[in-house]
């Protein structure tokens, strides 16, 4: 759990978390709603926002679950619209919403000279245009609400350690966290010289999570041990282990403090000293 002091100052603020039905942005929701903010579980699968806000309001949270796609302007905006009925504006945006594509991802049966352009578009589009569109959609709502309450707002965008250090087999997925670290430091210099310095932008790039989503390229089913891809990572990763959910919040909160408002547009690795290393 995040430190106490930091906890507390987010206390009666709204947050708006894309891909919030997920392992890791969902652990930020609960861990938010844990400690007095408004959640809005924004994900293109809805029973699973639902149920994500359900299970929040169980533990005494407040949060509502809306179905959304974060490429289509029509449905952020609809979720927009219903975050400004439902809870009055917006204080925090947590962009998490982001995957790769199997056809955008080289193997034997799939060479880099053969790769459909259309699956590297559709990783783009879900992990920048998708984190673009949430900031111009969402971030709307957030300026707003710092004009007319004199709070503080912001944007946390979920690059990744692939941004920083491109992993093989993955150029699409790579090239599009990239540039969601760079739109995020873009983004924080337009917003405090163009609108308010209230509004801060910055980035966490998780390294390597143990999730379901991966489970299977890191952990063999049948022996329940690390698969040599697994086994590189962790011979990479100074601290010897996979990260938690968890791991995430202290620097979440930390940002989020209005005492960090001398912090915006930095990409903070959270990845057990991955990005450290040089292998040798």
Not at 174 to 193: D, E, G, I, P, R
Request: hydrophobic share 45%; aromatic share 6%.
């Amino acid at each position: 759990m995040p430190n106490s002091i930091h906890a507390s100052n987010v206390s009666g603020q709204t947050a708006a978390i894309t891909g919030g039905a997920g392992e890791l942005c969902g652990e930020m929701a609960v861990s938010l709603a844990a400690h007095g903010v408004k959640v809005a579980i924004i994900d293109v699968d809805e029973e699973k926002a639902f149920a994500k806000a359900e299970s929040i309001k169980a533990r005494g949270g407040q949060a509502i679950g809306v179905a959304a796609d974060v490429v289509d302007r029509e449905d952020m905006e609809s979720a927009r619209g219903r975050i400004r009925k439902e809870y009055g504006g917006l204080d925090i945006l947590i962009n998490g919403a982001g995957g790769n594509h199997p056809d955008a991802t080289t193997s034997e049966a799939n060479r880099f000279f053969d790769m459909p352009i259309s699956a590297i578009r559709k990783v783009f589009e879900l992990n920048f245009l998708g984190t673009v569109l949430s900031c111009q959609v969402m971030g709307e709502l957030i300026l707003e609400t710092v004009e007319r309450t004199g709070s503080f707002g912001n944007i946390i965008n979920i690059s990744s350690m692939n941004a920083l250090r491109p992993l093989t087999r993955i150029p699409a997925y790579s090239a599009a966290k990239a540039a969601v670290s760079n739109f995020t430091q873009w983004l924080s210099v337009h917003m405090a010289q163009n609108y308010t310095p209230k509004i801060r932008v910055n980035a966490i790039a998780p390294g390597f999570f143990l999730t379901d989503q991966n489970r299977f390229l890191l952990i063999d089913e049948a022996s329940q041990e690390l698969t040599p891809r697994g086994a590189d990572i962790i011979s990479h990763t100074p601290v010897g282990q996979l990260g938690a959910a968890n791991d995430l919040l202290s620097t979440l909160f930390w940002l989020l403090d209005p005492q960090s408002r001398f912090i915006t547009g930095v990409v903070v690795p959270v990845d057990g000293g991955f990005s450290a290393y040089s292998g040798v």
